[in-house]
């Protein structure tokens, strides 16, 4: 079976069948964005590396239709999230980042700028084939951190040791500081 993510259709042909693509993908089909969460874990040692993080699921749904009731602007909307392995920059170790996007686009030619969908954000068409997977796959890596961080400090191994001992939260050395962590951890405290 093909898979719609992947097919090339022009925005027009896409929203005419109000065409719903359900996502039920691996972060290693996303090219791109496996590329940076790639990178991203190259500072682990390879005994920390998540195993399977291209493994890692994306879900979600995307709904081509029109804005409009003359069928003239092309919009795609939706939802996605993705399980991401990355590695929190506090404490330097992997951990399971979740990305959500939620777009809500107008699918627009250059040189279009129509008033009054407030509701939607313009996404600007460079080809005329439309492949739904470079969307999702754009919005993703738009959508990861621009410093990754543990949400919940209760799970961060530099927020753990550093409230209890000295109370304050300053980390601007985070690599220096996991070095030295190593040596002055004490696993009784
Ligand atoms: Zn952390």
Not at 124 to 142: F, H, Y
Request: aromatic share 6%; with cysteine.
């Amino acid at each position: 079976m093909s898979n719609l993510l992947r097919d090339r259709r022009t925005a027009a042909e896409w929203a005419s069948v109000g065409q719903v693509i359900d996502i039920a993908e691996k972060i290693s089909s996303f090219e791109h964005l496996a590329g940076i969460v790639e990178a991203d874990l190259a500072v682990l040692d390879p005994d920390k590396l998540p195993s399977a993080w291209r493994d890692g699921v994306v879900a979600g749904q995307l709904r081509f239709g029109f804005a409009d009731g003359n069928v003239r602007v092309a919009t795609v909307t939706g939802h996605a999230t993705a399980a991401v392995s990355a590695v929190c920059q506090r404490c330097l170790e992997p951990f399971q980042l979740t990305l959500n996007v939620a777009p809500q686009l107008l699918l627009l030619d250059e040189q279009e700028t129509p008033d009054g969908y407030e509701d939607f954000e313009a996404w600007e068409l460079t080809e005329e084939m439309l492949r739904p997977q470079d969307i999702i796959e754009e919005l993703l890596i738009m959508a990861l951190p621009f410093s990754a961080t543990h949400d919940d400090m209760a799970d961060c191994k530099a927020f753990s040791t550093e409230q209890e001992s000295t109370g304050k939260i300053v980390r601007p050395f985070a690599a220096l500081r996991s070095q030295m962590q190593r040596i002055e951890m004490d696993p009784d405290e």
